[in-house]
C-alpha cells in the first residue's frame, strides 16, 4: 500500500515541477495551452475577433506606477480602469434572480486589485432598502439587473487598502441613490471612511493634485466621485466633471480619430479640470469583440485623446473585459500612458526612476 502511495506522490511532484517549468517560461504572444503557461501577469486566451485561434499569452497587469514613482502629483498617474467592474460574467443575482442586464468584466473586484485595476466605474442604486449595484435604466433597478448590495464589494475594497498602504483606489460612481446619506452610510458602513480624500484638498482650477506619496502618508487613499452634482454640497462627495474630463463612452467613444466629450463634461482641452479620463468599450459590452477593441484601437484612441486633451496622457484609461486583448492590450495602453507622463516615452517599462527613458 505505502509504497504506491509514494509513488504515486513523486509522479505528482515530478508533473507539477515540469508543470511548474514551463510555467514561467511563456512570454506575451507565445503560444499556450493554460493560464499556468504563461509568465506572471499573463493569461492564456484566444482573440477570435482579431481572426486568430492560436491561444496566447496576453497582458492582464499593467506595471504598476508607484513602482518607478511615488511622489508625483496624482494627476501624474495613469490607472487601469474598468467599466461597470461589479457586472461579472455568469453572476447570479443575489436576489436569488437570473441577471438579464449586460455583463462587462471576467473577474471580482479583489482580483482586479490584484491585477492592478486602480479605477473603478460603479452603479449604485436604491434598492431592497439598501444601496445596490445594478446595471439597470430609468434610474431605477430591479430583481434582474441587481447584482449584490454595495457594502460587499466596498469591502473588499477596505480590505485591500488595509493590505496595500502604498495604494491609491478611485472610484467612479453612476449615481442613482436617492436616500438621505446613503453613500455616506454604505461607505461608512464599509470602514472606508478613514482612507476618504478629502474634496477640499482636491484642486479646483487646474493644477497639481497633492503627490501621492503625501496621500499616502496622509492614508488618503481612496478617491470617490459621483455622477450627482448636489452630493458634493450634501454629502462632500466630489461631483466628477468639476474635477475631471470624460470622453463620449459607448459607441461615439469607439470612432476612430476622434475623441469628444461626453454631453455632463466639459471639454477635453478644458485644462480648469486636472484629470483626463478615456472611455474605451461600445454602447453593447461584448465580451468576444473587446479583445480586438482593446487592442490596436485602444492604442490610436489615447493618443487621439492626447491631443484633445491639449496634450494631457489619460489618468483613466477605462475599458469592458479588461483582461482581453490579443496582446499587450488595456495593460499595455496604460503602461503607455505612465511612460509618457513619468519619462516621456512610451516604453513605461525602460523608464527610470530619474525620469528618464533608458535603452
Ligand atoms: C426580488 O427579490 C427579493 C429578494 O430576494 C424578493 O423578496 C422579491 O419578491 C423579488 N421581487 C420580484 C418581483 O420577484
Ligand atoms: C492581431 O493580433 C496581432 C498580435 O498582437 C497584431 O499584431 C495584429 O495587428 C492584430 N490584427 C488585427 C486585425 O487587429
Redesign the pocket.
Known amino acids: 500500500m505505502f509504497p504506491r502511495l509514494l509513488v504515486f506522490l513523486v509522479a505528482l511532484l515530478i508533473q507539477s515541477s515540469f508543470l511548474l517549468e514551463i510555467s514561467s517560461a511563456l512570454k506575451e504572444g507565445k503560444t499556450c495551452i493554460a493560464d499556468r503557461n504563461c509568465d506572471a501577469g499573463l493569461h492564456c486566451e484566444t482573440c477570435i475577433a482579431n481572426s486568430s485561434f492560436r491561444p496566447r499569452c496576453s497582458r492582464t497587469q499593467p506595471i504598476n506606477p508607484i513602482s518607478k514613482a511615488k511622489g508625483l502629483p496624482f494627476n501624474k498617474y495613469s490607472w487601469l480602469t474598468t467599466h461597470n467592474s461589479f457586472a461579472r460574467l455568469g453572476e447570479v ?5 437570473v441577471i438579464l442586464a449586460p455583463t462587462n468584466q471576467q473577474d471580482s473586484i479583489t482580483s482586479q486589485l490584484n491585477n492592478g485595476v486602480r479605477g473603478f466605474m460603479l452603479d449604485m442604486y436604491d434598492f ?1 432598502n439598501d444601496v445596490w449595484l445594478c446595471h439597470s435604466f430609468d434610474g431605477m433597478c ?2 434582474f439587473t ?1 447584482f449584490q448590495p454595495a457594502i460587499n464589494i466596498l469591502r473588499e475594497f477596505q480590505v485591500f487598502l488595509e493590505k496595500n498602504t502604498e495604494e491609491v483606489v478611485t472610484i467612479i460612481i453612476e449615481d442613482y441613490v436617492k436616500s438621505p446619506q446613503g453613500l455616506t452610510k454604505v461607505f461608512d458602513a464599509a470602514g472606508l471612511r478613514k482612507f476618504m480624500f478629502p474634496v477640499a484638498r482636491m484642486p479646483k482650477n487646474g493644477g497639481d493634485w497633492p503627490r501621492l506619496d503625501d496621500m499616502v502618508r496622509q492614508n488618503q487613499r481612496m478617491l470617490v466621485f459621483t455622477s450627482d452634482l448636489r452630493k458634493e454640497a450634501t454629502e462632500g462627495i466630489a461631483y466628477q466633471w468639476n474635477y475631471m474630463v470624460e470622453n463620449q463612452y459607448g459607441n461615439g467613444g469607439l470612432k476612430a480619430g476622434a475623441c469628444p466629450n461626453r454631453p455632463q463634461s466639459k471639454p477635453m482641452s478644458d485644462k480648469s479640470k486636472s484629470l483626463v479620463l478615456v472611455n474605451h468599450f461600445p454602447d453593447a459590452a461584448d465580451v468576444i469583440v473587446a479583445c480586438r477593441q482593446n487592442s490596436a484601437s485602444l492604442l490610436e484612441s489615447i493618443k487621439t485623446c492626447y491631443q484633445a486633451a491639449g496634450q494631457r496622457w489619460p489618468n483613466f484609461i477605462a475599458v469592458d473585459f479588461y483582461k482581453r486583448s490579443d496582446g499587450g492590450g488595456a495593460p499595455q495602453a496604460v503602461d503607455i500612458a505612465n511612460g509618457n507622463l513619468m519619462c516621456g516615452c512610451d516604453n513605461f517599462a525602460s523608464c527610470k526612476a530619474d525620469g528618464k527613458c533608458g535603452q
Open positions: 443575482s443575489r436576489t436569488g434572480s431592497l430591479f430583481n441587481a
